[in-house]
Nanobody
Framework: QVQLVESGGGLVQAGGSLRLSCAAS????????MGWFRQAPGKEREFVAS????????YYTDSVKGRFTISRDNAKNTVYLQMNSLKPEDTAVYYC????????????WGQGTQVTVSS
């Protein structure tokens, strides 16, 4: 059974940093792409960043480029999202997700972790 468990959310002032973690278990993820998404109150869920587990290829939405970095630790089966220079508009519930590299649909999702950025 696949499990994705996020952690690391919290309250931070604008300009601060947080690192989110996503611990993945239940299968071998070498053929998967891992993604981070977020959903702010009253808004639709949006894509933030992704990383291909085997190649390490990364992709970011424009609004976080240069501020956020996605990475993975193969030994720990964990994906990270380092968030720097945080802005109030980054406030959202952040979700970790996984999809097979050959598909476009994210099949597995974590429960989410709240990130709140105060101005």
């Amino acid at each position: 059974q696949v499990q994705l468990v996020e952690s690391g959310g919290g309250l931070v002032q604008a300009g601060g940093s947080l690192r989110l973690s996503c611990a993945a278990s239940g299968r071998t993820f070498s053929r998967y792409t891992m993604g981070w998404f977020r959903q702010a109150p009253g808004k639709e869920r949006e894509f933030v960043a992704s990383i291909a587990w085997s190649s390490g290829f990364t992709y970011y939405t424009d609004s976080v480029k240069g501020r956020f970095t996605i990475s993975r630790d193969n030994a720990k089966n964990t994906v990270y999202l380092q968030m720097n220079s945080l802005k109030p508009e980054d406030t959202a519930v952040y979700y970790c997700a996984a999809r097979l590299g050959t598909t476009t649909v994210y099949e597995y999702w974590g429960q989410g972790t709240q990130v709140t950025v105060s101005s």
